[in-house]
């Protein structure tokens, strides 16, 4: 995980890393300023654990002009963590924004909602975004994570919940009955 930066540059027109020269990641696009996460893999039969190896970093803008950032990583040891997913009944809200380098509106809904009673009903909601650009607002990625950066005025209104297609409610409406 890392956020490039280069003096006078907003727009990254390629993020390469390298381990031990080897390319192992490669993305098109971006912006300076912007964290971005690439994982190493650790799968690789060249890898060694307890080896130390070069990792370089190298961002290049679109006017030409590159960074590089060069580091020493030893492979201690690899291992996957997965994350408990949580109970459906009980979440209000799983943003998702869909595309790849255009500008989007948050989307959530889940079907199975317990609000009020033993019922699963559906429950929907959006963040709309106002006054964005093309540095500000929700931005999604194919490759990287979808991030948000609100700035120059930015901004993002969160609608109403919209429950079981019939009714809408406040978050202040949904925790009074949630009491």
Aim: charged residues 20%; contains cysteine.
């Amino acid at each position: 995980m890392f956020t490039p930066y280069l003096s006078a540059e907003s727009i990254i027109d390629e993020t390469i890393i390298t381990l031990n020269d080897n390319e192992v990641y490669n993305v098109k696009g971006g912006f300076f300023g912007r964290e971005i996460i690439a994982y190493i893999p650790t799968i690789s039969d060249d890898l060694i654990v307890g080896n130390t190896y070069q990792l370089s970093i190298t961002v290049k803008s679109v006017a030409g002009r590159t960074t590089t950032a060069n580091f020493y990583v030893k492979i201690e040891h690899s291992s996957i963590l997965t994350l408990p997913t949580p109970q459906e009944s009980n979440m209000l809200c799983d943003y998702i924004a869909y595309g790849s380098n255009e500008l989007y509106d948050l989307h959530s809904s889940n079907d199975k909602y317990i609000f009020d009673g033993d019922t699963p009903v559906t429950i929907t909601q959006e963040i709309k975004q106002y006054n964005t650009n093309l540095l500000s607002g929700i931005k999604g990625f194919s490759e990287d994570p979808t991030i948000y950066r609100l700035s120059n005025k930015a901004y993002s209104i969160m609608d109403v919940f919209e429950i079981g297609g019939s009714s809408t409610k406040t978050f202040q409406d949904i925790f009074q009955v949630k009491k």
